[in-house]
Nanobody, 124 residues
Framework: QVQLVESGGGLVQAGGGLQLSCAAS???????MGWFRQAPGKEREFVAS????????LYADFVKGRFTISRDRAKRTAYLQMNNLTPEDTAVYFC??????????????????WGKGTLVLVSS
């Protein structure tokens, strides 16, 4: 069973930044990876995804150039660099992996593997 472990969450002031990491227990060859988030009382929503090669990326509109997704296949790790955070970014951030970058992302119901999440709290 593939495990995805997120890290890097925490408390940050508005305007600040954080880098989240998602480490996979398996090389996940040919898998795309992505990030979703879930705020209290809201549905889980797509944030960003990257293809297996990293050559293609997809972002939610609300990212607005503030977030950058990347991956290091040698380290089996995906990253989400978040800048200029606002209180509206407060949520649990989840890592996901799936083989079909072009057809399954950003559909949360299509993801094959999930991490347990890391909490990001943005204070005003």
């Amino acid at each position: 069973q593939v495990q995805l472990v997120e890290s890097g969450g925490g408390l940050v002031q508005a305007g600040g930044g954080l880098q989240l990491s998602c480490a996979a227990s398996d090389p996940l060859n040919s898998y795309a990876m992505g990030w979703f988030r879930q705020a209290p009382g809201k549905e889980r929503e797509f944030v960003a995804s990257t293809s297996w090669t990293g050559g293609s990326t997809l972002y939610a509109d609300f990212v607005k150039g503030r977030f950058t997704i990347s991956r290091d296949r040698a380290k089996r790790t995906a990253y989400l660099q978040m800048n200029n955070l606002t209180p509206e970014d407060t949520a649990v951030y989840f890592c996901a992996a799936d083989q079909a970058f072009y057809t399954d992302f950003p559909n949360r119901n299509a993801m094959e593997y999930w991490g347990k999440g890391t909490l990001v709290l943005v204070s005003s």
